[in-house]
């Protein structure tokens, strides 16, 4: 089976737990995902709940990653989520370690190994430069930089500390050159994207900005509009 890769630079949206991402929320955001992706040529990629992974797959057709998966293998475990049910359900891919979902670093690994070896992406979360070191030395497809205290904020990593975006993208270079830098936190315009990428990433890991926008297209339209 041939890896599965995403073209760059990529817009991942994390729909979280709102009370905007459950249900027909989860549709109306995907329909708009859908439809920016279209117009723009730019690779769009949610990561709803669970349950709607597949539904989103299978109506709009979009690249869809699991919020997290559980670094077990099947069998006698209740309310886990192993990687196999994710791959089933039709995610290319899972975050890893997202600052609201923090894991051991072996717990981590196994994780990143699991989705390697089942042809599937890992997009790694880490909060700062030291870590982003120690995860790219793990071989995963992204590395997602979110420094915590601007994530749900209204100021930018992008505008509020471009340094660890650069400090990140240039320690990866140094450690492994095959990953893939995303950064994300309080990034909701089309300037935060473009300084995201012209600082050497490779795309944005977001979330609020569409989730809880009145209008997620309008917002999507803006966020791809500089690229
Ligand atoms: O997974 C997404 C990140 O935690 C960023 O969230 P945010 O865009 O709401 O700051």
């Known amino acids: 089976m041939k ?3 995403l073209k760059t630079p990529l817009v991942l949206v994390n729909l979280k737990c709102y009370t ?4 027909n929320g989860a549709h109306r955001i995907a329909r708009a995902a ?3 992706s279209d117009e723009s040529g730019i690779t769009i990629a949610l990561a709803p709940l669970y349950m709607d992974i597949h539904p989103i797959i299978h109506h709009y057709d979009i690249p869809v990653f699991a919020q997290h998966v559980d670094p077990v293998e099947p069998g006698a475990h209740t309310g886990r989520m192993p990687l196999p049910a994710i791959k089933s359900a ?3 891919g899972s975050l890893v370690n997202h600052s609201e979902y923090r894991l051991s670093v ?4 196994k994780n990143v190994t699991a989705l390697r070896q089942a042809q599937m992406l890992s997009c790694v979360c880490s909060n700062n430069v030291a870590t982003t070191k120690a995860l790219a030395a793990l071989g995963p497809d992204y590395v997602a930089i979110e420094p915590p205290e601007l994530i749900g904020g209204k100021m930018s990593v992008s505008e509020a500390n471009p340094e660890i975006i650069t400090g990140s993208v240039d320690a990866v270079r140094n ?3 095959s990953v893939k830098v995303l950064t994300g936190a309080g990034i909701h315009s089309g300037t935060c994207v473009k300084t995201a990428v012209e600082l050497g990433t490779e ?3 977001l979330a609020s900005s569409v989730v809880k926008a009145e209008d997620p297209a309008a917002i999507l339209r803006d966020l791809v509009s500089l690229l």
């Open 3 to 5: 890896p599965t890769t």
């Open 20 to 23: 905007e991402s459950i249900g």
């Open 34 to 36: 859908r439809e920016v």
């Open 90 to 92: 039709g995610a290319i």
């Open 106 to 109: 072996a717990d981590i690994e």
């Open 175 to 177: 450690i492994n050159s």
């Open 203 to 205: 795309g944005v890991l």
